[in-house]
């Protein structure tokens, strides 16, 4: 078993030399064995309570109340309360604090799309996050209506490659127009676009969105309101909540 002195006991625990003698001089961590010249030795047995002495410090418990629970019959018990009760305490506050940090990462990367920090901006950014789930399942919805026709596709492509059959692919291709016709204008009515630059909601024609050039989450766009032509953000449309 090992045995450490009072300086290493207080290093172990990152307390002070003082501290450790105070729980001493206190009788709740007295030393298991004491030297001929004097020098007090703990266990590791000294080590865990200790540490539970710390623990409970840190609860904010004062001395009398640690010295009552660890003389008591069954003190595992009551510390095995406190510690769940701690557990759960923290796991709370982790999970508040992950709520907040992520609606700051979420009005981060709204702020990124915009062009400047303002107040209409900012009202912007909360615009943005009010529907982003909403966009989120929007765009889910586009990817998986289109997951079959890129199947066929590439089943015909590979089919022609492989079995000469060209025809399919003909069959794939006429059959993809309106299938793609018919989802831009589902995503075009879905859909609307911030302004940058006057911060108004608009809908583009469906003309003007499908052929404009884009990226993730911007078109280029001309406002309808102020008639500015740049890239707008794109976000869920506030008429359509389906």
């Known amino acids: 078993m090992s045995k450490y002195t009072t300086g290493e006991i207080a290093k172990l ?55 009552q629970i660890l003389s008591d019959e069954d003190p595992s018990a009551v510390i095995s309360l406190l510690l769940a009760q701690q557990e759960e305490e923290l796991k709370s506050d982790i999970s508040e604090k992950q709520e907040k940090l992520n609606k700051l990462g979420e009005l981060k990367s709204a702020l990124a799309q915009v062009s400047e920090v303002s107040v209409d901006s900012i009202g912007d950014a909360a615009y943005l996050m009010s529907g982003k789930d909403r966009l989120k399942k929007i765009r889910m ?58 911060h108004k909601v608009f809908k583009p024609t469906y003309k003007e969105m499908l052929f404009s050039n884009h990226t993730p989450t911007t078109r280029k766009l001309t406002c309808t309101e102020c008639g500015v032509n740049g890239f707008c953000v794109e976000v869920a449309d506030p008429e359509d909540k389906r």
Request: glycine share 6%.
């Open 141 to 198: 919805k586009i990817i998986l209506l289109g997951i079959p026709n890129t199947l066929f596709q590439w089943t015909a492509i590979a089919l022609w490659i492989t079995m000469g059959w060209w025809w399919l692919f003909v069959i794939q291709m006429v059959l993809a127009i309106p299938q793609a016709i018919l989802i831009t204008r589902y995503y075009h009515k879905k859909v609307s676009y911030i302004c940058p630059h006057c």
């Open 13 to 67: 625990c990152g307390v002070t030399v003082r501290t450790v003698q105070y729980y001493d001089t206190r009788g709740i961590l007295e030393p298991s064995e004491l030297t001929d010249g004097g020098r007090r030795l703990y266990t590791d047995d000294d080590l865990h309570k200790m540490k539970i002495i710390c623990f409970l410090r840190d609860l904010g418990l004062p001395i009398d109340a640690i010295s």
